[in-house]
């Protein structure tokens, strides 16, 4: 029922957004239409534990943007506070798979996909740096969880960094906060950034180019190869336009102050083997946060496993499975 609301007001918005500016709809923007229903007619089922069941449908973060939400349930409750799951950059539900089903066999899971993701409904003016994307998030998170603080962010590369910078504007603390590969700069090449400028035109040809480059320079795949077929996936679903835009607008970033705001108990895990991403910048922001728990899981496939999902549920206190 939830799931027909939401398809039911997402084309009266598409649709009066149209009538309000006088445009007229085109193929490229039916393709777009395309794409919300197909999104919300997807089968999350399998991203769960046996027994679980899902909501999915857009929220209003208060930012002019909706992003795309999924609510896992567990097959019983136990009075456990939720989970807030916040993925990376442009990343897909597959890339977290066994992490999600060890999590919802017990508590409620709230996966929320950030703006630059093509399940967001966006305008053409907004842009993609940390401080928007966070901006995202606190006001998902002050709307949903107003008065009560039981419940936990996990958040994943991007999202992680989102969740250290959006933290002192939060009304209601969460009780913890795991950070898994977080980042304190995005290190895109150079070259990627001018090419970024014309991702719309050229991406699909670019590709195949940009997989081998990843494949032969940004990643370990004799020890972590599950980093290799992450990013495949995420360049399959990316959308051309907002990954360009944001590559251009998050590698000025570098991590500020907010890491010493961070007043609950935070557990930060890194990938010691993982190229693509900086194992010295999770140990420089687990230095830099008080209550802090560094944890190595060396590579991808853990990282993104069920054994993650454990090392969190053991971290925020809560009953492993037998």
Same mark, same amino acid.
Request: contains cysteine.
């Given at each position: 029922? *939830? ?76 009075? *456990? ?5 916040? %993925? ?27 703006? @630059? ?35 936990? *962010? /996990? ?10 910078? +959006?933290?002192?504007?939060?009304? +209601?603390?969460?009780?913890?906060? /795991?950070?898994? @590969? ?25 590709? %195949? ?30 959308? %051309? ?55 190595? *899981? ?8 069920? @054994? ?15």
């Amino acid at each position: 029922m *939830l799931q027909q609301f939401t398809t039911i007001l997402m084309i009266a918005r598409f649709f009066s957004g149209y009538k309000n500016s006088g445009k007229v709809l085109s193929w490229p923007d039916i393709g777009q239409f395309q794409n919300f229903r197909n999104i919300m007619d997807r089968d999350f089922s399998q991203y769960c534990c046996q027994g679980a069941t899902y909501t999915s449908g857009y929220t209003d973060p208060g930012t002019g943007v909706s992003l795309f939400a999924v609510e896992f349930t567990p097959p019983e409750s136990r009075g *456990l506070p939720d989970i807030v799951f916040v %993925p990376g950059l442009a990343s897909v539900p597959d890339n977290f798979t066994g992490t999600l089903i060890g999590l919802t066999r017990y508590h409620k899971v709230h996966y929320v996909e950030t703006r @630059e993701k093509s399940s967001a409904s966006i305008k053409d003016s907004h842009r993609f740096s940390v401080a928007e994307v966070s901006s995202d998030l606190t006001g998902y998170l002050n709307a949903r969880f107003m008065d009560d603080n039981r419940y936990v *962010l /996990v958040g994943y590369s991007l999202g992680a960094t989102a969740i250290a910078e +959006s933290f002192r504007h939060l009304k +209601s603390k969460p009780l913890s906060i /795991v950070l898994i @590969e977080p980042n304190g700069s995005f290190n895109f090449p150079w070259w990627s950034v001018i090419l970024a400028r014309g991702a719309r035109y050229i991406f699909s040809f670019l590709k %195949p180019f940009l997989k081998w480059y990843i494949m032969k320079f940004r990643v370990n795949t004799a020890d972590d190869n599950e980093m290799y077929l992450m990013n495949c996936r995420i360049l399959d679903a990316a959308e %051309p336009r907002r990954l360009g835009l944001a590559i251009r607008d998050l590698k000025p970033y570098h991590i500020g102050d907010c890491l010493e705001g961070i007043t609950v108990p935070v557990l930060v895990a890194g990938t010691s083997k993982d190229k693509f991403h900086s194992h010295d910048e999770a140990l420089k922001i687990s230095a830099g946060i008080n209550n802090c728990t560094y944890t190595d *899981l060396e590579d991808n496939t853990r990282s993104h496993s069920g @054994e993650m999902a454990e090392i969190i549920i053991r971290f925020i206190k809560s009953p492993l499975p037998d």
